[in-house]
C-alpha cells in the first residue's frame, strides 16, 4: 500500500522568497502523484501530477514539482512566494488502482 | 469546474441521527469516491464506487455506508451519526484514461455532530 509524507505541517515564507513543500512517498509501483491546495473554506484544487512522462513538472500558479525515484521524493517549488499562495497544500500518490492516498498537508503563510 | 456539487454545504445534527450527503456530477464519470477532512490526517477516502450499485471501501469505512443508483449520483450515509464523524466531507470524481487518472474535487460538506 502506498502513503505520503509531508514534512512540516506549517511553512511560512517573505513574499518574494522561494517556497518549498517536501513530499516523500512510498509505492511498490512507480506511482502516480499530484499536488493539490486548499484555499480557506474550499475545495481541493489540482495544482500538478506526474503520470511518467516527464521527471520536472509544471503547474498552475508558477508552481512545480520534480519526481526522483531514488529519493522517493515530490517536492514542490515555487521561486517567488505571492500572498495569494496561502494555502494548505497536500500532496497525494495513487498506485493507479484508482484510490489516492493523501499526505497531511502543509500549511503556508507568506509573511509581507 | 469538474461538474460536482455537494449538498448540503452546511449540516448540523444530534448524535444518533441519520444523515444523508448527497453528490451530484453532471459529466456521467464511472468513478467517484468520498473522503473526509480531518486536521492533521490530510483526506482519507471512505467509499468509492466505480460504477452504478457498484461500489466498495475505503480507509474509514465503519460507521459509514453509500449506494449509487444512478451515475451522476452518490450518497453517503451515517446511519448513526457520532461526534467522531464532525467533519469536512469531500466527493470526488475521476476523470480520464489510465495514464491520466486524475481525481477533481466538488466543494465540501462541513458537518457538525453534536
Known amino acids: 500500500a502506498q502513503s505520503v509524507t509531508q514534512l512540516g505541517s506549517h511553512v511560512s515564507v517573505s513574499e518574494g522568497a522561494l517556497v518549498l513543500l517536501r513530499c516523500n512517498y512510498s509505492?511498490?509501483?512507480?506511482?502516480?502523484l499530484f499536488w493539490y491546495v486548499q484555499y480557506p473554506n474550499q475545495g481541493l484544487q489540482l495544482l500538478l501530477k506526474?503520470?511518467?512522462?516527464?521527471?520536472l513538472v509544471k503547474g498552475i500558479n508558477g508552481f512545480e514539482a520534480e519526481f526522483k525515484k531514488s529519493e522517493t521524493s515530490f517536492h514542490l517549488t515555487k521561486p517567488s512566494a505571492h500572498m495569494s499562495d496561502a494555502a494548505e497544500y497536500f500532496c497525494?500518490?495513487?498506485?493507479?488502482?484508482?484510490?489516492?492516498?493523501f499526505g497531511a498537508g502543509t500549511t503556508v503563510t507568506v509573511r509581507a | 469546474d469538474a461538474g460536482i456539487t455537494q449538498s448540503p454545504r452546511h449540516k448540523v445534527t444530534e448524535t444518533g441521527t441519520p444523515v444523508t450527503l448527497r453528490c451530484h456530477q453532471t459529466?456521467?464519470?464511472?468513478?467517484m469516491y468520498w473522503y473526509r477532512q480531518d486536521p492533521g490526517h490530510g483526506l482519507r477516502l471512505i467509499h468509492y464506487?466505480?460504477?452504478?450499485?457498484?461500489?466498495d471501501k475505503g480507509e474509514v469505512s465503519d460507521g459509514y455506508s453509500v449506494s449509487r443508483s444512478k451515475t451522476e449520483d452518490f450518497l453517503l450515509t451515517l446511519e448513526s451519526a457520532t461526534s467522531s464523524q464532525t467533519s469536512v466531507y469531500f466527493c470526488?470524481?475521476?476523470?480520464?484514461?489510465?495514464?491520466?487518472?486524475?481525481?477533481?474535487f466538488g466543494p465540501g460538506t462541513r458537518l457538525l455532530v453534536l
Open positions: 470526488a470524481i475521476r476523470v480520464g484514461g489510465a495514464d491520466v487518472e486524475t481525481q477533481y
Open positions: 509505492s511498490s509501483v512507480p506511482p502516480y
Open positions: 506526474y503520470t511518467s512522462a516527464a521527471t
Open positions: 497525494a500518490v495513487s498506485d493507479n488502482d484508482y484510490k489516492l492516498s
Open positions: 459529466e456521467n464519470h464511472r468513478y
Open positions: 464506487s466505480y460504477g452504478v450499485k457498484d461500489t
